[in-house]
DNA sequence: GGGACGAGAGTCG
DNA sequence: TTCCACGACTCTCGTCCC
C-alpha cells in the first residue's frame, strides 16, 4: 500500500491540536439530506464541546482507538503482500467481478420511496404553527428525526437534544407519538399497494416498489410513475415523499436520497448510466456502509467512491472476508436487488431502558422485574416462546455487555424469563448501569406464525438438508470458507439473487447490510479469497469454477437430486419420505414414545396431549433421518469442495450433520433460518 | 474438526 | 435544569463439547 493512499484518519488528532474537535469522529457531520449548507466545522467543534470530558466521550474515545488499531493492523497486512500475492488476488478479484458482472439484471424498475423528515411532517400537520420553524421530535436526551428549518443548523435525527439546543436554541421540541406515525403510515401504504402489492416497507417512512408490471401495462416511464405516486401521497396524506427510481433496490435507495425533499431522481437502467453514476458515488451512500467501513476503506485503501472499489479490488479480496469483497464488488458495479424478497420473520424480540446510572442492586433488579414484564407481556401478544435469553447492559461508561443463556425449554411467562435473568444479572454485580435489556430470541417456529410464508417448513429443512446452517456453502466451489456465511441478502444492498441458475461461487445472495469482517482478525491472509489461492489448487477449468446449481423459484438453491419431488411437508400421520429415486421410504415407527411420555430417539419429555407438537418432533427426526440417507447417498450435489475431498470419507462424514441431543421442537435450525430470513431482506 | 453457543461489533431507521 | 435511545438484524470470532 502506497503510503500516499493511507489517509491516515487519525493523523491530526493530536490533542494538542488548536482544533480538538476535528478529530473527533463524529457522525453528525456526515451529510444527510436537508443538511447541505451546514458549517460542519462549527456544528463538529458544538458537539465536541458538549461531549468532551463525559463518560460518553471518553466511550467514544476508547472505541475510536480500537478502530484506529483496526486500520493499522489492515495497514500492516497490505505491506506484507508481496508482488506475486497482489497479482494472484488481482486475477481472483478480476475472475468474480466478471462472474457477478453476468448477474446484472436490469429487467426490473424498482423505486424507493421515502417521505420527508416523517415524523416532524406529521407534527406540523397536526399543529400547523410549527410551519416554518426549527423543530425536533424527540427528547433533550435523544431526538428522532428533525425538520428542514432544524437541520439549517446541523440538528438531524439520532442528535441528543441538549446538543441540537446548542446548535439551534430556537429549536422546539415536539414528543414522539406513534400513533400518528402509524396511522400516516398505512395512508401512504395504501397508496403503494396500488403500485405493488407486494411493496416492501422497511419502515413506517420507507418502502420499495417494483414498478416493472404496472410501467409496462400502463405504458410510462418510472418517472412517471413516480411522479404520480407522489402527487397520490400528498394529496392523500398531505405529506411529500422523495422517490429514486433504479434498476435495483441498492441504487433506488441512493436515488430516492439525491433530491430530497420533495424530488425524484430516475437512474436509467442502461450499464453504461449505473458506471456513470456509481463512479463518483461517495461509499458512505451505500446503505450498510457506516461510520467504521468507511473509515476503514478510507484510510486502509483510499477508497471513497463506489467506483474505486473495483480500483482496489486485488487489496479487497486479500484483506476481507469473500462475503465482504463481494459486497464491495457489487457496490463498484452498481448491483443491488432485483428479486422481491419474501416477507421476513421475526427473529427475535427485545426491550431496553437506558436510566440514571445506578449500581443498586435492589434497583436494578426492579428494573430487570420490568424489563420481564414487557417482554413477556409482549412474546404473549404474539404468541412467541423463545429460549434463548440475553441480557444487554450498558455500564456508567457506556460499555455494553451482553449475557445470554439458551435454556433447553422455551418460555414465555414473565416469571421464567425473570428467573433466568436474574442469574444473569447477579453474576455481573457490582457493577453501576445506565442500560438494561432483555432479548429473547430462537423462538419456537410454529409460534412465529404459520402463515408467514416466510416460514422455514420441513419442506424447506428437507431441501436445504442441512441444520448446520453452512447449507449454503454445500453448494460452494473450492476453496469455499464454510466460516463465511455472510453472503447472504442484506438489508440495505441487496445483491442480485438469480432466479434461475445461480453462480455458486456463492449461492447466497450477497448481504444488503453487509457486516464488515473485522479487519482485526480477517485481514490475515490465510482467509477467504486467501484460502483459495493458498491452499486449493487452481481448478481444473472453468466448469468446475463455475459450478452452477438449480434454484427452486424463490431462488433459494437446492440440490439437484430433488429436483421435481414434491416438497411440501410431511402428511401429518403419513410419515412418507421421497429417496433420490423418488420411491417411498417408510419412516413411520421413526419415534416411539417411551412411557406414552419419552421420545424414543432424543429423550424430549412431551405428554400425550401435546399431539401437534409430537407430530412435529416425529418430523424433527425425519427429517433428520432424511439428511442422514441423503448425505450416504450423495444425494446433494456434491460441490466443487466436496469433490475435491470426496474421496476423503472422513470430512465428508464430518459434513453430515450431528443429532441434537436437545430438541425441544422439531425445528431448531437457527442457522438455516438465518438464511432464509436473510434471503428475504428487504432491501 | 465441526457444530452450538456466547459475546461483541456494526448498521439502520 | 435537563447531558448521547431503542429495536432489530447480521456477521465474525472464540470457546466448549462431542
Redesign the pocket.
Known sequence: MAKSEVSAAGDDASPSSSRPWQSYNTVYTNAKAGMEGVDKEKVQRI?YE??KG????EN?ER?EG??KQ?IENMRAQCLKLTKADISHYQKLAERRILELEATRDLSRIWIHVDMDAFYAAVETLSNPSLQGKPMAVGT???L?TANYEARKFGVR????G??A?KLCPELIFVPTDFKKYNHYSGLTRKIFQKYDPNFLA?????AYLDITRICKERGVTGAEVAEELRESVYNETGLTCSAGVAPNRLLA?VCSDINKPNGQFVLPNDRMAIMAFISTLPI?K?????????NILKDVFGITTCEEMLQKSNLLCALF????ADFFFCVGLGLGGTDTPET???????????F?ATGDETLLYKKLVELAE?LSD?MEQEGLCGR?L?LKL?TAS?????????LPNYISSSEDILKHASK?LKAEFPVSL??M?L?I??FMEENVGPSDPTQRTLSKFIVQG?????NADECLPLGSD???????????TDFPTNSGETISWDL?AP?D??????PN??CCIS?NYSEELGKRPEPQNDELEINVCKSNEEGIPFPGPLEGISLDKPKRGANCAYDETGSCSDHKDLVVWLDDYKCSLCGTELPPSFVEERQEHSDFHLAERLQDEESKDNLRWPTLKQRSVQSNDT?NR?????K???SPTPT????ID?FF??TS?NF
Open positions: 458537539v458538549m461531549s463525559s463518560k460518553y466521550f467514544e472505541k480500537y478502530m483496526k433533550l436526551s435523544m428522532s435525527a439520532a442528535m441528543p441538549f446538543i439546543r422497511t419502515s413506517l417512512d420507507e435507495k458512505r451505500i446503505g450498510g456502509i457506516g461510520k467504521v467501513t468507511e472476508s469473500r462475503s465482504s421476513k420473520m421475526r427473529k427475535s424480540m427485545s426491550n431496553e431502558r437506558t440514571s414487557m409482549e434463548t440475553t450498558k457506556f460499555e455494553v455487555r451482553t449475557r445470554a443463556v439458551t444473569l445506565r442500560l435489556g432479548r430470541s430462537q442441512d441444520a448446520s446452517g453452512k464454510v466460516s463465511d456465511n455472510a453472503f447472504t441478502h442484506d438489508t440495505h447466497r448481504t447490510n453487509p457486516q464488515i469482517s473485522d482478525d480477517r482467509g470430512q464430518g459434513r453430515q450433520r450431528k441434537k441431543k436437545l431448531k435450525c437457527t442457522p438465518s430470513v436473510k431482506q
